[in-house]
């Protein structure tokens, strides 16, 4: 998507998106590490799973309504 909103950015914004995958995946280990250590294994994966249902309504809205903002845009 962001390859076709910035069509003559083509590497530019594909050096942003690995860095920010990269950065993001990161700070995802450490927060991990320090989950486990802190509250244990099976609250801190109990934890992602309810974050990663919480992502879902997000990802239903891009579906029904992202290509209709990418043609306008």
């Known amino acids: ?6 069509p003559g950015r083509i590497s530019t914004v594909q050096a942003s998106y690995n860095l920010i ?14 989950m486990i250590r802190g509250i244990g294994i099976g609250w801190c994966f109990t934890i992602y799973g309810f974050s990663g249902a919480i992502c879902l309504p997000l ?15």
Request: net charge positive; proline share 0%; charged share 30%.
């Open 21 to 34: 995958r990269c950065v993001l995946s990161a700070s995802g280990i450490a927060a991990l590490d320090a």
């Open 59 to 73: 990802l239903y809205l891009l579906k029904k309504k992202g290509e209709g903002w990418r043609t306008r845009r």
């Open 1 to 6: 998507l962001l390859t076709d909103l910035n």
